[in-house]
């Protein structure tokens, strides 16, 4: 059974900084890609950013130059560095991650962006 576990939520001020992490284990193989999509309030679930297991990295057009992603496949865990984050960052953001065979999600963590 796979299990996916997130971690680095939280309430921060805007221009703040987190780190959001997940950490996947329980599968006999490695993902093929790992990443972070997020959904805020009354909107849809997108894509915030993904990163294949050759380093091959995806973004939102809007998050380029803010967010940065990255993996560590001896560790099946990827990372998301959010910089400079803005009110409208607020939401929960969901770790997403895909073996040759099947797709699995996080439960989420709760990122809240306030003064």
């Known amino acids: 059974q796979v299990q996916l576990v997130e971690s680095g939520g939280g309430l921060v001020q805007p221009g703040e900084s987190l780190r959001l992490s997940c950490a996947a284990s329980?599968?006999?193989?490695?993902?093929?890609?790992m990443g972070w999509y997020r959904q805020a309030p009354g909107k849809e679930r997108e894509l915030v950013a993904s990163?294949?297991?050759?380093?091959?990295?995806n973004y939102a057009d809007s998050l380029k130059g803010r967010f940065t992603v990255s993996g560590d496949n001896a560790k099946n865990t990827v990372y998301l560095q959010m910089n400079s984050l803005k009110p409208e960052d607020t939401a929960v953001y969901y770790c997403?991650?895909?073996?040759?065979?099947?797709?699995?999600w996080g439960k989420g963590t709760l990122v809240t962006v306030s003064s």
């Open positions: 990163i294949t297991n050759s380093g091959i990295t």
């Open positions: 997403n991650v895909m073996f040759y065979d099947m797709i699995y």
């Open positions: 329980g599968s006999a193989s490695s993902p093929v890609a």
